[in-house]
């Protein structure tokens, strides 16, 4: 079976440590709009692709020994490096040398020996900006899913900029799909952001594969 993951982060991680059990084909699609920790610092500095939800991901679909999986999880905790992961900074290297995010997650995917794929929504950087119910307007996915204000106001709309075309592999898999799976995850940051890509939602309503949502 075909199964396709739209989320990231350490929901998604956990899913596809589970969906290790069973024969089936899994690909996971994520946003391009993650900005916070590590993947922003990268994002802003070097003009990568978010490598964060990448890296789990790639992480949860990998067979090879702990000691890999350990290396591309561990984060420093102290000097220039703080709040890095070694993946991430793998993964940003990666993009620069190869001149690629597909082909950096090639090679860490060889890496990892990885079963399955992690395709990112859109093939550039993209920013989610949220309106509340209040009338406030909140830039940024860290912003949105850490807010410094309150959490009282409902979010009522999500937007990207720029509106960015989808990956057209991610639009293919979801074609194939056999089941589609939404989350887990945050909502609003990790799952409805890759719904806002053109073509997209459209994909995927047109889909008979089963939809699930965690």
């Known amino acids: ?12 991680f956990t899913l596809l440590a589970g969906l290790r059990k069973f024969p089936s084909n899994n690909t996971v699609v994520v946003s391009s709009a993650d900005d916070g920790g590590s993947t922003g610092v990268l994002r802003r500095d070097l003009g990568v692709m978010p490598v964060g939800d990448i890296r789990q991901c790639l992480i949860g679909l990998s067979y090879t020994d702990d000691t890999i999986r350990d290396l591309f999880s561990y984060r420093f905790d102290r000097g220039a490096l703080a709040g890095h992961t070694v993946g991430n900074i793998i993964l940003a290297g990666l993009e620069k040398t190869t001149g690629t995010i597909e082909k950096a997650i090639a090679v860490a995917g060889t890496l990892l020996n990885v079963r399955g794929a992690v395709l990112p929504v859109t093939m550039s950087p993209t920013a989610l ?6 009338g406030r307007k909140v830039s940024g996915e860290h912003n949105i899913d850490e ?32 089941a589609i ?3 887990p995850g945050d909502l609003f940051t990790s799952v409805l952001p890759n719904l806002l890509v053109r073509g997209i939602k459209e994909r995927i309503a047109a889909s008979r594969a089963k939809k699930i949502m965690i």
């Open 129 to 134: 900006s949220a309106t509340y119910a209040n």
């Open 181 to 183: 799976i939404f989350g």
């Open 1 to 12: 079976k075909n199964i396709v993951i739209i989320g990231g982060g350490t929901g998604t």
């Open 147 to 178: 807010p410094s204000h309150s959490r009282k106001s409902p979010i009522t709309a999500l937007s990207l900029a720029p509106s960015a075309s989808a990956n057209p592999r991610a639009l293919e898999v979801l074609e194939r799909a056999d």
